[in-house]
C-alpha cells in the first residue's frame, strides 16, 4: 500500500506462476491492481511526461518466449525461477531493478545467486519438498536468513520489512532460531 516493492519467495518454479496468479486475481477482485500492483496510471507514462520504466520494457517483454513473463508484466508483476531461460530470467531481475514492476514471485536461488534488493521479503511457507529424502521438510534457517536478508539493503533503502509465512508449529521453531542465533566467526 505505501508503493514499495516486494520480493514473494514460493519453493516451486510452479509456484512463482501460481501466486503471481492469485495475487493478481484477488487484487482485481477487491479492485486494487491498479493502485497497488501497476508502476503507473492507465497509460503507464512516467509521472514526468516522459516513459516510465513500465513502458520502456514492453518490447522487450513482448520478444519473451516466456508467455507467463508477459501474462504477468501487465499485473505489474514478474516472475524468476531456474527453469526460465536465462535471458528472461535476466529480463525480470533488470524490471525489478529498475521499478517497471513492483512485485517479483520467486524462488530462493534468487536470495543466494543475484544481488537484487526490495524493500520487503515474504517467505510463503516453510515446507519444502526434499527429493533426496523424499518427504517434505522444513526450509532452513539459513535460507530464511538469506531471502530476508533481500529486504532493506541499507545501500538502498533505509528500513525493510521481512514476513514468513508458516505453520503455528514452525513459528515457535523459527522465532527461536532467529532470536537465538549464534554468531558465527571465520578465522583463516
Given at each position: 500500500r505505501r508503493g514499495y516493492q516486494v520480493m514473494v519467495f514460493v519453493h516451486s518454479r510452479r509456484g512463482t506462476s501460481d501466486t503471481a496468479s492469485a495475487l493478481a486475481e484477488l487484487a482485481t477482485e477487491f479492485n486494487t491492481l491498479e493502485r497497488y500492483f501497476l508502476t503507473s496510471g492507465p497509460n503507464r507514462e512516467g509521472t514526468d511526461g516522459g516513459t516510465s520504466p513500465y513502458s520502456r520494457y514492453v518490447p522487450r517483454v513482448s520478444k519473451s518466449r516466456n508467455n507467463?513473463?508477459?501474462k504477468h508484466f501487465t499485473?505489474?508483476?514478474?516472475i524468476h525461477h531456474a527453469g526460465m531461460l536465462r535471458p528472461d530470467r535476466k529480463l525480470s531481475e533488470q524490471m525489478f531493478a529498475d521499478g517497471a514492476i513492483k512485485v517479483l514471485?520467486?524462488?530462493a536461488t534468487l536470495a543466494w545467486g543475484v544481488n537484487l534488493p526490495a524493500h520487503s521479503v515474504v517467505i510463503k511457507g516453510t515446507d519444502v519438498y526434499n527429493s533426496e529424502k523424499g518427504k517434505v521438510i522444513d526450509l532452513?534457517?539459513?535460507?530464511?536468513m538469506q531471502i530476508f536478508g533481500r529486504a532493506g539493503r541499507p545501500q538502498f533503502d533505509t528500513s525493510g520489512e521481512a514476513t514468513l509465512i508458516t505453520s503455528h508449529d514452525g513459528l515457535s521453531r523459527y522465532l527461536d532460531k532467529l532470536v537465538r542465533e549464534v554468531p558465527i566467526e571465520s578465522n583463516f
Open positions: 507467463e513473463v508477459s499485473n505489474g508483476m514478474g514471485c520467486c524462488t532452513s534457517i539459513l535460507d530464511v
